[in-house]
């Protein structure tokens, strides 16, 4: 099978484009390698791609989403038959700062990713939203079958606008789509800008940690193992109607159309306090802590209902968040030494 991943130099690309080439999948790998956090994590992680066993079976290509005519051809060009889309300007606080970034990859981007699979017959998109999309929505845990209708930040906003034009595509020229809410992804190799990276890194050259809502968040904090086998799982499982969807009572998360929204997260909120306590541990240092109130676009909680996933694909979280976090001490000591 041929595979398109967007994104593939980033977090969570680059380990789903690891585990395709695993199991003998075919992938081209997209991405604009922005500056939005160091560059040369990204060269690292595609390097790590190229020296793998499968790596015969990878080509990377360097192209922006936004990049009409460039997406038009790769995809006529490729004949992909899945495609992954988890490219994305990422980032809650940052959208306050720089709120055209998201316009042009995530809502550019994506009507480019979508026009692509529809003129060449892609058999099924599996893209990336996001637990931020539940914003106001104080119900836990958080479910796919609740509105979302009340975002929080502007990021949240445009993964909310990537699930509805994904619909229209579905209904319109009967796309198969499904849409993955992350929830709070962590581990090796992981991003900058996320808390346990920059806590370490904090950490380990003696600063204070920023600890925003004073340390009383609770995260659905998921490690990057259990994502990727739940992205994989669901690529596999193509996107199908929903017979009994009615208009007069709609479910949010199915349709008449060929369309899914899932959760994908551990389903076991961490209080952030333990959750520092446990890096601590591993880390054998005492962290310095700046507590901090809650920034603009933030939600105090996240917990995943991820019952519609395990039922549909069989996804089981597996890894608890002492071996995660273990896992990612050893990878940024071991990376950062070098």
């Known amino acids: ?12 690309g680059f380990h789903t484009a690891m585990h395709l080439l695993e199991r003998g999948d075919q992938v081209v790998g997209i991405d604009n390698l922005n500056d939005y956090y160091d560059v040369n994590l990204k060269l690292a992680r595609l390097e790590q791609i190229n020296q793998c066993g499968n790596a015969a079976h990878f080509r990377f290509e360097k192209l922006d989403l936004a990049d009409r005519q460039g997406m038009a051809e790769l995809f006529a060009v490729e004949k992909f038959d899945k495609v992954i889309n988890l490219a994305a300007q990422a980032g809650v606080r940052y959208s306050l700062e720089n709120p055209h970034a998201y316009m042009d990859s995530n809502i550019v981007g ?6 692509g699979c529809r003129h060449n017959n892609v058999k099924h998109l599996v893209y990336a939203s996001s637990s931020s999309v539940y914003g106001a929505n104080e119900s836990m845990p958080f479910s796919t079958h609740d509105n979302v209708d009340h975002p929080l930040s502007l990021y949240a906003a445009s993964k909310k ?7 229209t595509y579905s209904h319109l020229y009967q796309l198969p789509t499904t ?11 992981g991003r900058p800008d996320m808390a346990l990276f920059s806590f370490t890194k904090s950490i380990l050259n003696d600063e204070p940690i920023k600890v925003f809502n004073f340390g009383n ?3 659905d904090f998921t490690y990057i193992d259990d994502i990727v086998e739940g992205i994989i799982r669901t ?13 007069k009572q709609p479910d ?16 076991n909120p961490v209080h952030l306090l333990s959750y520092i306590e446990t890096l601590e541990k591993h880390l054998g240092v005492v962290a310095e802590k700046e507590l901090l109130p809650m920034q603009p676009g933030d939600v105090p909680d996240t917990y995943a209902d991820v019952s519609d996933l395990i039922e549909d ?26």
């Not at 949010?252 to 389903?267: E, L, Q």
Request: aromatic share 16%; no cysteine; charged share 15%.
């Open 110 to 115: 994506f009507i480019n990713v979508l026009e």
């Open 252 to 267: 949010p998360s199915t349709s008449k159309a060929p369309w899914r929204v899932y959760n994908i997260g551990a389903h």
């Open 161 to 167: 606008a990537n699930e509805l034009m994904a619909h």
């Open 313 to 338: 694909v069989n996804y089981q979280p597996r890894t608890v968040i002492d071996k995660g976090i273990e896992h990612f001490v050893n990878w940024y000591k071991d990376f950062y030494t070098q």
């Open 235 to 247: 690529l596999d499982h193509t996107a199908l109607a929903n017979p009994d969807w009615s208009g």
């Open 179 to 189: 849409g993955l809410r992350f929830f709070t992804v962590y581990g090796p190799w």
């Open 217 to 219: 968040h609770h995260r």
């Open 1 to 12: 099978m041929k595979v398109l991943v967007t994104g593939v130099a980033g977090f969570i």
